[in-house]
């Protein structure tokens, strides 16, 4: 019991000062969620249930675009002008992740080295792992504690390594996309799947001998979201060129999202999509807990890499052995 006790203590404490925007209790709660003992789970999840009241109040941006576009100097530089307007900016940078080591191949602090010296800033880096979508499987709740810690404007910078960014567009309210000049090659390279989530596209580097190629870019991309936006209702994204290096266009550019967060609250759709993205975050936590539940059986997790093994060999399809664990769990074949 005193266990229990002194979870509590320290819940209770916790809650006191995240709420008071105390950034090393922040930090330690945003570990806290982001751990993987069993035992930390119950004592995060009565954590967030105690801020659920004091989250939903920010403006939730999320960041993407192709490595090498100046998606950490674009937040760095924007981060700067919103703390400068009486904001308080939480950012959430998704390190790509080393595959061998698990180390973060980057560190957001030192890319984004002005913004994370303001008091009123707050960056968090977190490697991916091996998740989709460039976030992490915390990143909802971590939204969330920052939310509940004072942060009004939250902006989620994703990997932009080609994996899928529909997980970002899932928890954010305005989503950008950050595109460089000489935009022929780039949207080959870009997905069409990105252009048709984005609600802003920035296209940075737009300065000195660049100014030209970036108006070009702007052109070719607005040709091409005409394309894509053909037959479909209420979406047509803005382009803007802007230059992060030397602060030029970012006002424009948040005036854009603030534009675009405004009509969506208006119409009904803001309150609409983070219902939506709530149910979307239960199924997630429950498919988790599921097969974390499952592999967490001894007996289970040996015929899993038993089945594992015999894909990997080319002995067994992969839905053959995903039948097989379905049986495993009980589930019956479909008729």
Not at 25 to 38: D, F, G, H, K, W
Not at 46 to 67: E, F, M, N, Y
Not at 146 to 169: K, M, N, P, R
């Amino acid at each position: 019991m005193g266990g229990n006790a002194k979870s509590q203590i320290d819940i209770d404490a916790t809650v006191k000062s995240v709420r008071s925007g105390d950034r090393v209790a922040l930090a330690r709660a945003i570990t806290l969620v982001e751990s993987q003992r069993p035992d930390d789970h119950h004592r995060a999840q009565g954590l967030l249930d105690r801020l659920l009241p004091d989250t939903g109040k920010a403006i939730r941006v999320g960041i993407s675009g192709v490595p090498g576009a100046g998606k950490s100097t674009l937040i760095d530089q924007l981060g700067l002008n919103l703390v400068a307007q009486g904001h308080k900016v939480a950012v959430l940078a998704v390190d790509p992740t080393s595959s061998r080591s698990g180390g973060s191949i980057l560190g957001d602090k030192t890319r984004m080295g002005r913004l994370a010296m303001e008091a009123n800033a707050f960056i968090r880096p977190s490697p991916a792992g091996d998740s989709l979508g460039g976030v992490t499987k915390t990143t909802r709740e971590t939204i969330a504690l920052v939310e509940a810690a004072g942060y009004d404007v939250v902006l989620v910078e994703t990997v932009g390594v080609g994996q899928s960014e529909t997980a970002v567009s899932n928890m954010v309210d305005v989503f950008v996309v950050v595109g460089l000049p000489g935009a022929g090659d780039e949207l080959q390279g870009i997905k069409r799947g990105l252009l048709e989530l984005a609600d802003v596209i920035a296209v940075n580097k737009a300065e000195g001998d660049n100014v030209d190629r970036a108006n070009r870019a702007a052109m070719e991309y607005r040709t091409a979201l005409h394309i894509l936006a053909a037959g479909q209702q209420n979406w047509s994204p803005v382009v803007l060129t802007v230059s992060a290096r030397d602060n030029l266009g970012l006002d424009e550019l948040w005036t854009k999202v603030l534009e675009r967060h405004e009509s969506l609250r208006e119409s009904g759709a803001l309150l609409k999509r983070r219902s939506a993205q709530a149910v979307a975050w239960m199924r997630e936590i429950f498919e988790q807990r599921l097969l974390a539940s499952f592999k967490g059986s001894r007996q289970a997790a040996k015929q899993w890499t038993q089945l594992e093994d015999n894909v990997r060999a080319g002995d067994m399809t992969p839905a053959a052995a995903a039948l097989e664990l379905s049986r495993l769990v009980g589930v019956k074949d479909s008729e």
